[in-house]
């Protein structure tokens, strides 16, 4: 099999093997191309950056924008600037990590907001706006220790995986699209075939087939990692990121954070009436004729 043959070419082949040996065959080889591609996950560095006006660079509010001309953060390269299937597989196999495992690529719209928002506020000030130094500085500070701990809570939600169980993962999904992939004429025999048109070609329908269906797969074993059923809605743990059911307004944890939670909440209740009492106890003991009278002896009252 060379890379250049056509997808439809490859799932016709496995629909129509005579042996489960041809069909693993087939499936191997097509796991190797992928594998092979050139088209490499790659992550990079990317910087939001601002020049201050340099008539405005010696002022103390220019130093303060200057000093925060320079944001950056991780990104990864998200398109494939090759047409072909193998590498538009590969594309869509390197995306799904870089989103759901990769726990440095953060692009979160509210993260990428706070990011972006030094550049807005110079930008607000070089137009005219009247802002004080000191609204500046706290409104900078502000935002930046917003977006850590939005990055934080970003990060939590990412699953734990390694690249190398991550492709043995997405081969086992591969796997089951090829299992239950139809040929373009059974397709046509259901009477689906009128969607096969907005694609060109049929290579492009079954591009688009796999990798709808590797998200779909994907999707269906965060269920399973988080241990939540299927068909419901969704939250975050406001804790630990875990992907929980919203089971109603008021549920904000995960049954282990939950847990930990209610125990740190006791000890804090228990930590607050053993205060009470002790300031309770005191304000009596005080107020007791033996404290008066050494009350008194303390406050420079003549000594009988
Ligand atoms: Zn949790």
């Given amino acids: 099999m060379n890379p250049d043959k056509y997808l439809y070419d490859i799932v016709e082949d496995y629909i129509q093997s005579g042996t489960e040996e041809e069909r693993q065959d087939i499936f191997r080889h097509f796991c190797s191309l992928l594998w092979a591609d050139e088209n490499k996950r790659r992550t990079y560095t990317k910087t ?32 494939s600037q090759k047409t072909g299937w193998c590498s538009l597989l590969r594309q869509k196999i390197n995306n799904l990590y870089s989103r759901y495992f990769d726990k440095e690529i953060i692009l979160d719209k509210a993260y990428m907001e706070l990011l972006k928002a030094p550049k807005q506020l110079y930008l607000k000030w070089e137009s005219g706006e009247l802002i004080t130094m000191a609204d500046a500085a706290s409104l900078l500070c502000s935002s930046a220790n917003e977006a ?47 969607s096969l048109y907005d694609f060109i070609n049929e290579d492009n329908f079954y591009i688009h ?47 282990p954070c939950a847990r930990q939670k209610a125990a740190a909440d006791a000890l804090l209740r228990k930590r607050r009436q ?29 000594q009988i």
Avoid at 48 to 59: A, E, G, H, N, Q
Avoid at 224 to 241: F, N, P, T
């Fill in 209 to 255: 087939y796999f990798c709808k269906c590797l998200t779909g797969e994907l999707l269906k074993w965060q269920k399973q990692y988080y241990h939540v059923r299927d068909h419901k809605q969704y939250k975050r743990c406001a804790l630990c990121g875990a992907l929980i059911e919203k089971t109603g307004n008021r549920r904000m944890y995960c049954p």
């Fill in 48 to 79: 939001i950056r601002f020049s201050v006006r340099p008539d405005l660079l010696d002022t103390d509010m220019g130093q303060l924008f200057h000093a925060w001309s320079r944001v950056s953060y991780k990104s990864y390269k998200s398109l």
């Fill in 148 to 194: 850590s701990r939005l990055r934080l809570f970003c990060q939590k939600q990412k699953m734990d995986l390694s690249w190398t169980d991550y492709k043995a993962l997405t081969e086992t999904f591969l796997a089951k699209i090829l299992d239950n992939c139809k040929t373009i004429d059974a397709y046509e025999a259901q009477g689906g075939y009128a």
């Fill in 274 to 302: 053993r205060q009470r009492d002790i300031t309770k106890q005191e304000a009596l003991l005080s107020a007791s004729p033996q404290s008066a009278l050494s009350r008194n002896r303390n406050s420079g009252f003549p």
